[in-house]
């Protein structure tokens, strides 16, 4: 349980770190910018879905449901009730992606005040390409929580290492080329790189 500890403990620093250089590296590309103010709006926006649905109550609440199946019906039949809900999540946040999409012009125009047209048009163009993150840190969020309560900490805790790295390289690499749309495109990437990281286990 210590090496448990100390391996989190230490991919949280890790983390941590790269949080930072994240920060660095978007300054130094970008600075502080109508450009950079319309991102961090947008992300904010599909962001708040992740904290609600991954991290926050469902998340919470869906591990006593299953501790209780499992002491009423056996660990085998209680793991479709994982399935079932990782599906329900999918079909939810799938259509709540689209539904973003569609009306990301009038969610910035009723969320973000204080920003020219200009700025409000690039966050909502930004927020249609993070649309699609919040399907896969939903399906991720979920599978972390799961996995925590199998006594598996690592895995969940080393996913925000592989977001930062994302967004880090997008910006680097493609930062120039393709302007702040790198930007989504990494945090997009990023999404599917927790996702994909949390899947086998």
């Known amino acids: 349980m210590f090496r448990s500890g100390l391996l989190v403990m230490i991919i949280t620093m890790i983390s ?16 502080a910018s109508a450009m950079t103010d319309a991102f961090f709006s947008a992300f904010k926006i599909s962001n708040f879905f992740r904290q609600l649905l991954g991290e926050g109550a469902l998340g919470s609440s869906f591990i006593p449901l299953y501790n209780e199946r499992v002491e009423i019906e056996g660990e ?3 793991k479709e009730f994982i399935y079932s809900i990782l599906n329900l999540l999918f079909v939810f946040s799938t259509i709540i992606t689209i539904l973003m999409i569609i009306f990301s012009q009038g ?6 005040s204080g920003f020219p047209a200009e700025t409000k048009l690039l966050a909502s163009r930004l927020l249609k390409i993070m649309s699609v993150y919040f399907i896969f840190i939903s399906l991720s969020g979920m599978i972390c929580a799961i996995l925590n309560n199998f006594k598996q900490f690592a895995v969940p805790a080393s996913t925000s290492i592989f977001f930062n790295l994302a967004i880090i390289l997008a910006s680097m690499y493609f930062g120039k080329s393709y302007g702040i749309d790198a930007l989504a495109y990494g945090v997009v990437i990023g999404g599917v ?9």
């Open 76 to 78: 085998e039949r209680s």
């Open 107 to 112: 969610i910035i125009d009723g969320i973000v």
């Open 193 to 201: 790189l927790q996702f994909l990281v949390v899947l086998p286990a």
């Open 16 to 31: 941590r770190v790269l949080g930072l250089v994240r920060a660095g590296i978007i300054a130094y590309y970008f600075g």
